[in-house]
């Protein structure tokens, strides 16, 4: 059975810094990857996703992610991160049958001022 | 755009009662799928829909049922609720199957069980 882990709970950047989020599946085929954001109160919201071809998928609000298959993962990046951009995080993978997608535990990112 | 549509953003219920959590959505999707999320746990699957009258269960449908009359609107019911219900649940939906199709959300019910 497929899953995905995101390592970590609770991220806390500056304004302005860097971003990595890290994501690790585990799937036999080649996977569909998703990263949604959710912002407090709301419900879901598709950041960039990756099916097949170039492995570097560009996404709304700034973000990318790179798919590794050598390493399992899809971590997602920001240049420089926003205040705007504190939300919660999900990776997901879609089996590949049905449209349905395990998610992770996902990271909740805050940033400092 | 893609508009899900949760009936209740914050629902308070009492041990016992039955309980109807409503989506709806405007994009003729044959897809729709009940999740709840809980801290750490990310967004687990309830059940979903392929289409009228259809169901099946995902990770952790004990405790709950779904009903699917009409192909814009699916119904998550907690036939006697309890107090392990409390959490946030989220409705999606999303095109044919096979396709690889993103899920569209809805904003989410927050439940509380008394």
């Known amino acids: 059975a497929q899953s995905v882990t995101q390592p970590d709970i609770h991220i806390t950047v500056s304004e302005g810094a860097s971003l990595e989020l890290r994501c690790n599946y585990s799937?036999?085929?080649?996977?569909?990857l998703f990263w949604y954001v959710q912002s407090p109160g709301q419900g879901l919201q598709l950041l960039l996703k990756?099916?097949?071809?170039?492995?570097l998928v560009q996404g709304i609000k700034g973000f990318e992610a790179e798919f590794k298959r050598s390493q399992s993962s899809f971590n997602l990046r920001k240049p420089s991160v926003h205040w705007s951009d504190a939300a919660e995080y999900f990776c997901a993978v879609n089996n590949n049958a049905g449209n349905m997608l395990t998610f992770g535990g996902g990271t909740r990112l805050m940033v400092k001022p | 755009d893609v508009k899900v549509t949760q009936s209740s953003r914050y629902l308070v219920k009492r041990t016992g009662e039955k309980v109807f959590l409503e989506c709806v959505q405007d994009?003729?999707?044959?897809?729709m799928f009940w999740y709840r999320q809980d801290p750490g746990l990310g967004l687990r699957l309830i059940y979903f829909s392929y289409d009228v009258k259809m169901k099946e269960k995902g990770d952790i449908p004990e405790g709950y049922s779904v009903s699917r009359e009409k192909k814009e609107r699916f119904s998550l019911i907690l036939e006697s609720a309890s107090t392990n219900q409390t959490s946030m649940y989220l409705c999606?939906?999303?095109?044919?199957?096979?396709?690889?199709?993103?899920?569209?959300f809805g904003d989410g019910t927050r439940l509380s069980i008394l």
């Open positions: 799937y036999g085929a080649t996977p569909y």
């Open positions: 994009m003729d999707h044959e897809n």
């Open positions: 990756y099916f097949s071809g170039d492995t």
């Open positions: 999606a939906s999303t095109k044919l199957q096979g396709e690889n199709q993103p899920q569209h």
